[in-house]
Structures are given as structure tokens and as C-alpha cells.
């Protein structure tokens, strides 16, 4: 594993979130009651941001866009492009059904530290 530094871990307070860029790749950080995660800012559907997108209570997130499902700890789709409806269907057949990129995450002395190697 390849630590590197993104954030400190004050600049995330629980429940909140903050866009960075790493080695070309921006992520999303999100400290969701305490566990932080390090996902891509990027909705694997469209490419479209994810960074204004709900955490749902069973740790989701929804895309804002086309309300796209993803799994926080996994980056697994738990539902593809529902929205808008009937449209939504049409719209997820543009492109294949995707994971979201999902990176481990430490905090060491004060840091926030992500893994891109996996």
C-alpha cells in the first residue's frame, strides 16, 4: 500500500465532505460519523460530480444527477440511473453499469491518508 496525505483530519469535521485532487485524481472525502471515506468525485455513469450527493442511513451515496446508487465501503451499484423516470432507463444504457472507486483510508498523526493503489 502507498500512503498518501490528503487532508488533515480537522479540515473534516463528522458529516461533512471535501473535494481533493491526488496524483491527478479528484476525490471525494467524506467523514460520515466518524468513518471517513475516499471515494472518486466522479458518478461512473456520466461523469458528473458527486460531491453534492446524499448519504443515505445505510451508508450510500446517491448521484444528484440521475440518482445512481453506490455502496460507500464497497463502491458497488446498488441501483443504476432510476431518475429522471421513464428517461433514466434509456439514459443508463448510454453506459454499462460501473462500480464507484472506493480507496482505503488512515489517519496517522493527525492526517487523513488514502491508498490510490488499489
Known sequence: MVWIKALAVNALAPNTRQVVKLEERSLLLLNESGTIYAIDNICPHLKLPLKKG???????????????????????????????????????????????????????????????SV
Do not use: Y
Not at 87 to 99: M, R
Open 54 to 116: 446524499k448519504v443515505t442511513p445505510d451508508g450510500s451515496i446517491v448521484c444528484p444527477w440521475h440518482r445512481s446508487e453506490f455502496d460507500l465501503a464497497t463502491g458497488n451499484v446498488k441501483t443504476w440511473c432510476p431518475f429522471p423516470p421513464v428517461v433514466g432507463n434509456v439514459l443508463g444504457k448510454i453506459s454499462s453499469e460501473k462500480t464507484l472507486g472506493v480507496f482505503p483510508t488512515k489517519v496517522e498523526d493527525e492526517q487523513i491518508l488514502v491508498d490510490l
